[in-house]
């Protein structure tokens, strides 16, 4: 089958969105489809000196990339949108599935076969996404649409009711890892290693590691990710903590080794949680790396928020800890390294849970078949 997956991400780039989209299409790939991935051609943004764009986020080349031009004029979201879905068209696309609202719309009343793929709530704020939004699933063509969590298809079918039915959830995913693969050298002296993978907007957390750091010096922490001018601005700060290592932006294909050599990872976010561009979504996130800590069979330790308990279960594959309460956070870190029993446990169920249901092979077929797993399913049934 041909699909056309209309993106709207800057390729390459550090933002999470562009990881997503690299890894759903080499997804979909991996299922025996014949994709087209377009994206914006736009020159501000972009990860420099990038050779090889797949090799920088560690997927393989079995996709294509086209890039659609971004116009420098008013409306050019508009413009793309419509241009990447008439090249869906003439590429002779069996389905159409992006995160391009705008595109994803076009394909539609266009007559392709579409599904759209939504993460935050902003279309249905927006006079003129919302009316976008409506006129694309009038559309006959309009298949489903999909989202990363229960919560955010909770909130859409209570404004959008005639969509019961048509919204599949598949919470985000991460790709196994590499048999053999050599964990990163972190710290040799039998001190503890302790991470953190991400952004370091507000919200992310980077106060409690801070905190933690301080209440636990027995163990090292190691922050990976983060715009370099924040990085240079904490590495000058006479007040950080001298067992917190600020590594800086690291290519998502290197990531893993970093995360295998870790014995505790955090996902320490905040009941307000800000995105590029300043966007709020702790409500409805689905954070890319609580799958890849999945995947590495390492003990979580995560922020008790309603929509990470998803994913996440108190006690079986990771910790579930108040967000604000540093307290909480470091009896549960001294908790977790001081009992390795504990740590082999939460590791490994999280693991099993990740390859049942969280691997991006298994979010492409669960988008494509139109179906949710009995856990989502039960969670949505919650509407009636």
């Known amino acids: 089958m041909k699909l056309a997956y209309l ?36 020159s501000e943004g972009l990860e420099p000196g ?59 009343r266009l007559g392709l076969p579409t599904i759209w793929d939504a993460h935050m709530l902003t279309f249905l704020k927006r006079w003129d996404e919302r009316h976008l939004f409506r006129w694309m699933i009038k559309a006959p063509a309009f298949l489903h649409m999909t989202t990363n969590c229960v919560s955010l298809a909770r909130c859409i079918l209570e404004q959008v009711p005639e969509l019961n039915g048509r919204i599949v959830v598949a919470h985000n995913g991460a790709n196994e890892l590499a048999e053999g693969q050599t964990p990163a050298n972190l710290g040799s002296d039998g001190r503890s290693q302790v991470g953190y993978v991400g952004h370091l907007y507000p919200g992310k957390g980077f106060e409690i590691i801070r905190d933690l750091a301080a209440m636990v010096p027995t163990a090292d922490f190691h922050v990976i990710g983060g715009e370099q001018e924040t990085i240079e601005k904490l590495r000058s700060d006479r007040a950080l903590p001298n067992n917190i290592v600020m590594h800086g932006f690291v290519p998502p294909a290197d990531t893993e080794r970093f995360c295998l050599g870790c014995d505790v990872l955090l996902a320490p976010y905040q009941s307000d949680v800000r995105i590029a561009g300043g966007g709020e979504t702790a409500a409805w996130m689905s954070p890319l790396k609580v799958f890849g800590y999945m995947a590495a069979a390492k003990p979580i330790l995560c922020s008790d928020l309603a929509v990470l308990r998803e994913v996440i279960s108190n006690g079986r594959n990771g910790l579930l800890v108040p967000p604000e309460d540093v307290e909480a956070w470091a009896a549960a870190l001294r908790r977790l390294l001081d009992d390795r029993a504990l740590r082999q446990r939460l590791g490994a169920n999280a693991r099993a849970d990740f390859l049942a249901q969280h691997t991006w092979r298994q979010r492409a077929r669960r988008i494509l078949d139109g179906v949710s797993s009995p856990q989502m399913e039960e969670g949505l049934a919650t509407l009636g």
């Open 50 to 108: 990038v050779s090889d764009i797949y090799a920088f986020y560690g997927v393989e080349r079995v996709f294509d990339l086209r890039k659609v031009p971004w116009r420098s004029i008013k409306g050019r979201g508009w413009i793309y949108g419509w241009e990447a879905g008439r090249d869906a068209r003439h590429l002779g696309a069996d389905v159409v599935f992006g995160r391009s609202l705008h595109a994803c719309a076009v394909a539609a």
């Open 7 to 42: 993106s709207n991400s800057k390729i390459p780039s550090r933002e999470a969105n562009s990881i997503h989209v690299m890894k759903m299409c080499e997804a979909f790939a991996h299922l025996g489809h014949d994709v087209r991935l377009l994206a914006p051609d736009v």
